[in-house]
């Protein structure tokens, strides 16, 4: 079997380069994929070794398993999938016939077809992760399989090095070409492939509704849920309230929006600076466009402004988005319709007891609707609440067993709790959730508010001041809105061993840092360079306005000029000057050229030199010079230190006149 | 090459340099207004070529030889190419010495240093191919018996316009003999004012010193060979070559032997410029002289622009 047509050289490379492309699918697609595909590669690999009869002529009942399993993984994945051939069943398919090819591959012609597979699986990657390091990883794996095909082709050429070297370059002179192809296809509106359904809040972010409990998931979480710069001076980390659902209706146990969101916007009464920003929102699979506390221009956001407040975008948002406003965060929200005083009053029949009893008597006690928020405030100070992110489970009445049972919870209990007291004390009560602070990434100025930010808090509606922000879980723990989550559980939680201050946290930290700002910039320039920023592209080209066919035809355009750049540039790089010398005169040359001094191809350098000097006399004894050493070096083979020529010409100037 | 030795050839390269530019001086003050022509014809016959000089009677071409001969301390004879020349007019003949009952051979005009063959062109081909022979051989053979020529031996040779009556053209397989073809054209108006004024040429000529001898000629046509010819000026030359084969501007390229006459000449001309290598200018110096001759345009364009246009359209490499 090894009088095959394939080297076990490139049998050995096509199957590391197909399991190198293939390693991203095994980790999302579980021990099974890896399996498949490994068992028929080994199959191959050891039937080259000799050790196992390999399907081919002759072995009619090993061929006949060859094409059963490969007929068989094709049924298996439409009966899994239904019959639908969508992402991850192509994928599955892709992967298991890679094997088999590999598994059957004897000649030339099967080692180009299992490159060219490779690099296609390369691409089906970017369907699941359009991340940085995807995106690295990629390019190494696009650069391995070149690097096998060009010592494939390269006959007898065994230097591993150059191959690479030689990929290397082909790679890196395809990268104009794919710059423009990345500027210029035409974007599609939605994801290619469509997100898979994810399930409520654990990656999502934040929902339409809340059960106590439905937050912790979320604050474990260290996944990014966006990304804010701020135009100037950014507000104090305490005023950082992004705003997402706004829940209006409660049945005892669950929260969720109702319709509050109903009606006509209201009004926002500024009171302070005004804060200009840019978003940059991670798909969440949901409507919240999030925005600080309170917006007074929703500026581009692809959304539009409720009556809590709040904004909402036409469809659930399955790519990233990016959009600019202003908001103030000190403000005043005076409008309520009946409708919402209702419901911001509304408190289900027969639920929290207790907590109704409790808060008629705090009521009853207190000289004003501001006092009884304060007794009310004081009360969650006073008594003996905790803040933990793993409260004990809530029995019965969640709220009543909350308030006056385990008092230890977070965010949202403290929320849930408080809005419910206040609706039982006649004070019309909103919940809102949402993200608190942000860590601030100095290296490239912008704010990332991850997921275990999220945050939960109550408005209370008095007549003069119209819809108020309270927070509850800063009267338990201040450091949480302050300084962020860690800062809040630490009051609970003994101090870590380890210094916070210590030199190795500090890297760890200031790398983060970096690579965070790297991704930044990534999702700002790469990712979200989505249609909108391609026409913002065209027309600063000057061009009008182009349609999705337009914008391809500009693009092949492009294409084709970048490719004749490129042959130019490499059928000149084919005829190299012939020494140092030579290319430190072309270097000198070029110079003069940019100042309008440019030497015909057949003009003898010192024929040069004088047509320069008679032209520029400032520049007479230099061009001369230089001049006579290239001479020497050149043509009469002169003993001369070649570097006195090349400093000369790097340090020769042309002053524009 | 020793940094001594490169110091005694480049004394030595200097001193020539000397000498060459102190004889085109004595030559301009008898030729007037022509010292490229001058130089080209000097460095033809330092590179041991022959030179053919096309243009109309009158120009100088005859006090040019002369000239030549007298400054390198050469002897000198003309002939006068007519349409009834034979081969032996040239040559020389046997003749039977009675004294001696020995046949004994009468040298011909042939056996000289510079030989001026006036107005080639109208001689048959016969007689033409005598002298074409020789001018390669450097030797006669008559027969039987061969007799070298002297050494230096130069040969210029005039040629009327072709066009005119009465002429036999030199084919070019001959005209390949001939390392350099220049023409001297008019004198510009100041020169031609000069030259009225001035006294007879010929007397001036006969005034002039010797400025060299066989000896010093021959070393410096020794020199010659061994300037120096960088890798690029080869590839150059070999541009030079290839494009005159592939460009349809031309109805036959240069042959390897123009190629070589490009670079023995581009040698010469390097030296008579005192440098004993060869610069990109040196080649482009002589490209015209060397390879018009050998070169028909389909365009039918000849002459000083023929080589112009070659010059500009190879690039240096």
Not at chain 1, 157 to 166: C, I, T, V
Not at chain 1, 392 to 407: I, S, Y
Not at chain 1, 531 to 550: H, T, Y
Request: charged share 20%; aromatic share 8%; net charge positive.
């Amino acid at each position: 079997m090894n009088a095959d047509g394939l080297a076990r050289r490139d049998l050995y490379a096509v199957s590391a380069v197909a399991a190198l492309a293939l390693a991203p699918h095994a980790l999302r697609f579980g021990p099974g994929l890896a399996a498949a595909f490994g068992t028929l590669v080994l199959w191959r690999l050891l039937g080259a070794a000799g050790r196992l009869p390999l399907p081919g002529r002759g072995r009619p009942l090993l061929s006949l398993v060859k094409h059963v399993i490969g007929i068989g993984t094709l049924l298996g994945v439409l009966a899994v999938h239904h019959g639908q051939l969508g992402r991850d069943a192509g994928v599955t398919l892709l992967a298991v016939l890679l094997g088999l090819k590999t598994l059957e591959a004897s000649t030339e012609r099967d080692f180009y077809v299992l490159s060219f597979i490779a690099y296609f699986l390369v691409a089906t990657n970017f369907f699941y992760s359009q991340s940085m390091l995807t995106a690295g990883y990629m390019t190494l794996v696009v650069l391995i399989v070149t690097a096998g095909l060009v010592r494939h082709t390269a006959d007898g050429a065994d230097d591993a090095r150059a191959s690479f070297a030689l990929a290397a370059r082909l790679v890196a002179q395809s990268l104009p070409l794919m710059i423009i192809a990345f500027l210029l296809f035409p974007r599609l509106p939605g994801p290619l492939w469509g997100l898979p359904q994810r399930a409520g809040g654990a990656v999502a972010g934040l929902a339409e509704e809340l059960s106590l409990g439905g937050l912790t998931s979320l604050a474990l979480t260290d996944e990014l849920a966006f990304s804010v710069a701020f135009e100037g001076e950014p507000p104090r980390a305490r005023d950082l309230y992004w705003r997402g659902p706004v829940l209006w209706d409660t049945d005892g146990t669950t929260w969720r929006a109702g319709q509050g969101a109903r009606g006509p916007v209201p009004p926002v009464i500024v009171e302070g600076p005004r804060y200009r920003y840019t978003i940059t929102l991670e798909p969440s699979n949901t409507r919240n466009l999030l925005l600080l506390d309170a917006a007074t221009n929703t500026g581009d956001a692809p959304g539009r402004a409720t009556a809590d407040s709040r904004l909402l975008a036409a469809r659930p948002l399955t790519s990233p988005v990016r959009y600019t406003l202003e908001s103030a965060t000190a403000y005043r929200l005076p409008a309520i319709t009946p409708g919402q005083r209702a419901q911001a009053l509304a408190l289900p029949p027969g639920f929290h007891p207790r907590a109704r009893a409790f808060a008629q008597e705090l009521r009853a006690a207190s000289r004003s609707t501001d006092d009884f928020v304060a007794r009310t405030l004081a009360h969650f100070h006073d008594e003996p609440f905790k803040y933990s992110l793993t409260p004990p489970p809530l029995t019965g009445d969640a709220v009543d067993a909350f308030l006056f049972g385990t008092r230890e919870g977070f965010c949202e209990h403290y929320a849930a709790a408080f809005t419910v007291l206040m609706r039982a004390g006649g004070v019309p009560a909103r919940l809102v959730t949402g993200y608190q602070g942000g860590e601030f990434n100095a290296i490239s100025d912008y704010f990332q508010v991850r997921q275990r930010d999220a945050h939960a808090w109550v408005e209370i509606y008095g007549a003069s001041r119209g819809w108020v922000r309270v927070d509850p879980t800063a009267a338990v723990a201040p450091e949480r809105v302050s300084l962020g989550l860690n800062a809040g559980l630490a009051r609970n939680a003994p101090r870590t061993t380890l210094d916070a201050d210590a030199a190795p946290l500090r890297v760890w930290r200031g790398a983060r840092a970096l690579w965070d700002a790297a991704n930044y910039r990534w999702g700002q320039w790469v990712l979200g360079f989505e249609a909108p920023q391609q026409r913002a592209l065209v027309a600063s080209l000057g061009l009008p306005e182009l349609g999705r066919s337009g914008l391809a035809l500009l693009m092949i355009a492009a294409l084709a000029i970048g490719m004749a750049g490129l042959a130019l540039f490499v059928l000149r790089a084919r005829t190299p000057p012939r020494d140092r010398a030579a290319a430190a005169y072309a270097r000198f040359c070029a110079r003069l050229a940019r100042a309008g001094l440019v030497r015909r191809p057949a003009e003898g350098p010192r024929d040069f030199a004088t047509r320069v000097a008679a032209a520029r006399a400032d520049l007479a004894a230099e061009v001369g010079a230089i001049t006579d050493l290239y001479v020497l070096l050149r043509y009469a083979d002169a003993p001369l230190p070649i570097v006195r020529l090349e400093r000369r010409v790097r340090n020769f100037r042309v002053n524009p006149r | 090459m020793s940094p001594e030795g490169t110091g005694r050839v480049e004394a030595g390269v200097a001193a020539a340099g000397g000498a060459i530019a102190r004889l085109l001086a004595a030559a301009e003050q008898v030729i007037l207004g022509k010292p490229e022509a001058l130089r080209l014809a000097l460095a033809c016959l330092l590179a041991g070529g022959h030179l053919l000089i096309e243009d109309q009677p009158g120009v100088g071409k005859t006090t040019l030889a002369h000239l030549l001969a007298r400054l390198l301390g050469l002897g000198f004879q003309r002939v006068q190419f007519t349409s009834d020349l034979l081969p032996a007019d040239l040559l020389g003949v046997s003749i039977f010495d009675r004294t001696t009952q020995h046949f004994h051979f009468q040298r011909g005009p042939i056996f000289t240093h510079v030989l001026l063959a006036d107005e080639v062109n109208r001689a048959t081909p016969r007689a033409q191919s005598a002298l074409l022979e020789a001018m390669e051989e450097r030797q006669v053979t008559i027969e039987g018996v061969t007799h070298p020529l002297p050494a230096p031996f130069f040969v210029i040779a005039t040629q009327n316009p072709t066009d005119q009556a009465g002429t036999f053209p030199l084919p070019e397989s001959q005209l390949d003999r001939f390392l350099m073809r220049i023409s001297l054209g008019y004198p510009d108006r100041g020169a031609e004012r000069a030259l009225l004024r001035g006294e007879d040429r010929r007397a001036l000529i006969a005034r002039l010193p010797a400025m060299m001898d066989h000896a010093v000629l021959e070393a410096l046509q020794q020199q010659v060979q061994n300037v120096h010819v960088a890798d690029p000026l080869l590839a150059y030359v070999q541009d030079v070559l290839a494009y005159t084969r592939g460009s349809p501007r031309y109805a036959t390229g240069l042959s390897p032997r123009a190629g070589l006459a490009l670079l023995r000449a581009a040698k010469a001309w390097a030296l008579t410029g005192g440098r004993n290598h060869v610069l990109p200018e040196d080649l482009q110096a002589v490209l015209g002289a060397v390879v018009v001759h050998r070169l028909r345009a389909t365009d039918g364009s000849h002459g000083p622009a023929l080589g112009a246009a070659l010059r500009e359209a190879v690039p240096i490499p």
